[in-house]
């Protein structure tokens, strides 16, 4: 199964994409992950991303691609995955459609977490006292709220179209939320 996981910053996708993995055992494909990896790394291209990052601004496309192109191709991807935070704009889905096709493995589920701004900016408020990422700060958070907006709600409308798309919310404990998100996945899974 391949699965799009979406939602705003603090909506939860890292937390319940750690959940579906263990449940159906696919990988975990994070580019925020990927990104932060490349960064601690100290290459060239993490330095450029950091900077970016710590705006709450996203990372050139190109970047973000050569990342996740480099981690599909691993043997552990061929059997399906999770993606968590790609794509995250328009230009991203028809990239990764292009992708998929040519490896004939089509996005089958896009799973939107829907959740409201005040408890975002709770959530991540909490992370930041205690992970202290770096783009974790009030106002990094705040901008990145306003390009998610901007550049990636539109994605949701992009599977919609495709059929491919679910929603849950997101509000409630991380079991709570996981249940939601068990409840589609069995659902499709029956189809
Ligand atoms: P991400 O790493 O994707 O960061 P995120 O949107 O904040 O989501 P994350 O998965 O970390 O948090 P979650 O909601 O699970 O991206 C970081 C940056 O990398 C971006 O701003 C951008 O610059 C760059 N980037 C990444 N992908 C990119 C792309 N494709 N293109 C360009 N740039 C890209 O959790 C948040 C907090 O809420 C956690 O502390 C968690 O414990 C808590 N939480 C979760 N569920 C909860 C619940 N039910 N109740 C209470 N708390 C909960």
Redesign the pocket.
Known sequence: MRIVLM?A????????AALIVKELGLPHI????L?RAAVAAGSELGKQAKA??DR????S?DI?LGLLEERLAADDAAGGFIL?????NIA?AEALDALLDRLGQPVDEALQIDIDEEQVVK??A??AALEGRS?DTEETVRN?LNVYAEQTAPVVDYYAQRGVLSRVL?D???EE?FERIRAVLQLHADD
């Open positions: 939602g910053p603090g909506s939860g996708k890292g937390t319940q994070s580019t925020g992950d990104l970016v990052m709450g601004e996203l990372v496309d973000v968590d935070g790609f794509p995250r991203q959530r991540i909490k992370r783009d990145r997101g409630g404990s991380i939320v």
